[in-house]
């Protein structure tokens, strides 16, 4: 072969690769599924929701009532921590915090873009295990973004729920129009 044309081939692979690889960057951009940030205190869930077996709600009871599951107050770890005899580094920076009445500045682990409007009561209530969306966090020492919490991953789990959650939802709520679509797919519902 020519010169001219292994350096044009060349050129033209070099390009398709580099191509394809940006397009599934850009594809990726604001997914940050597998997004584990350390945290000012190092709290395992796996101790926590695993091997206590203390139930989600307890700590995040926002989530029954509210848009925001929330991180729960510092005087809901000390209902058990101020009777715990046991020691650590992590314990007591938690206990400063409180002597302090200071908040401990945690890191967001799940983030959906500001256009988006979620939940958590909706699908509290609606009878969504938490695990649907935060994966297995009972075996998490670190919590990290088990799922990609895309548009397309949020529409899947509804259309394949979707129906039953409105065959229920209708045969309670006998006001509503029984050929209603299912809010879950009305692009309103999420996006305001």
Not at 7 to 30: K, N
Request: charged residues 15%.
């Amino acid at each position: 072969m020519r010169p001219a044309v292994l350096l044009i081939s060349a050129a033209l692979v070099t390009i398709g690769v580099g191509g394809g690889v940006a397009a599934y960057d850009l594809a990726h951009v604001g997914i940050h599924r597998g997004y584990a940030p350390s945290q000012p205190i190092a709290f395992s869930h796996a101790l926590h929701a695993g091997q206590s077996q203390i139930p989600c709600l307890y700590c995040h009871a926002g989530a029954r009532t509210s848009r925001h599951a929330g991180i729960p107050p510092l005087n809901v770890c000390m209902n058990c921590h101020s009777i715990l005899t046991r020691q650590t580094v992590e314990l007591e920076k938690l206990k400063e915090a409180v002597q302090r009445g200071q908040a401990i500045a945690w890191v967001k682990v799940h983030n959906l873009p500001d256009f988006v409007y979620f939940s958590h009561s909706q699908h509290v209530t609606g009878g969504v295990a938490c695990a649907s969306c935060h994966g297995p966090v009972e075996t998490m020492a670190r919590v990290r973004q088990e799922a990609p919490l895309t548009m397309g991953w949020c529409l899947d789990c509804h259309r394949k729920h979707g129906p039953e959650l409105a065959r229920v939802r209708r045969a309670t709520w006998s006001h509503e129009d029984p050929n209603a679509p299912f809010p879950g797919l009305d692009c309103g519902k999420c996006h305001l």
